[in-house]
C-alpha cells in the first residue's frame, strides 16, 4: 500500500500564494488518482482537487477555481496543490488522499490511502 505525507502549509497573509506537496512512498504515485481535500474546525471534510494517474484528468472545487491549481510529478512521487491568492476561508488542515480506482474521486469515500494534514493559516 501507498503511505502519503503532507509538507508546505504554514501561516501566510491573504493574497498570499502557498505549494503544499504530497510525497508517496510504499508505492509507485502513478498507480493512484490523488485528491486533496480540507477541514477547517468545526466543519465536514471537503473536496478541494483531484487529479487523474497520469494527469490527465483534473477537477476542482468552485471555490478554489481560478486560484488553485493540481499537479503530479510521478517520476517524483509527489503531487502538488498550488495556491494562490489564499483568502481567510481557505485555512483549514489539508490531506491529501490517494486510491487505485481509475476516475473519478470526488469525495471521501473515493479515497483509501491518506496523509496526516499540514495546516494552512491564512491571515487577513
Known amino acids: 500500500q501507498v503511505q502519503l505525507v503532507e509538507s508546505g502549509g504554514g501561516l501566510v497573509q491573504a493574497g498570499d500564494s502557498l505549494r503544499l506537496s504530497c510525497a508517496a512512498s510504499g508505492r509507485t504515485l502513478s498507480y493512484y488518482i490523488v485528491g486533496w481535500f480540507r477541514q477547517a474546525p468545526g466543519k465536514e471534510r471537503e473536496f478541494v482537487a483531484a487529479i487523474g494517474r497520469s494527469g490527465g484528468d483534473i477537477r476542482l472545487a468552485d471555490s478554489v477555481k481560478g486560484r488553485f491549481t493540481i499537479s503530479r510529478d510521478n517520476a517524483k512521487n509527489t503531487a502538488y496543490l498550488q495556491m494562490n491568492s489564499l483568502k481567510p476561508e481557505d485555512a483549514a488542515v489539508y490531506y491529501c488522499?490517494?486510491?487505485?480506482?481509475?476516475?473519478?474521486?470526488?469525495?471521501?469515500?473515493?479515497?483509501?490511502?491518506w496523509g496526516q494534514g499540514t495546516q494552512v493559516t491564512v491571515s487577513s
Open positions: 488522499a490517494a486510491d487505485s480506482r481509475l476516475w473519478p474521486g470526488f469525495t471521501r469515500n473515493d479515497y483509501a490511502y
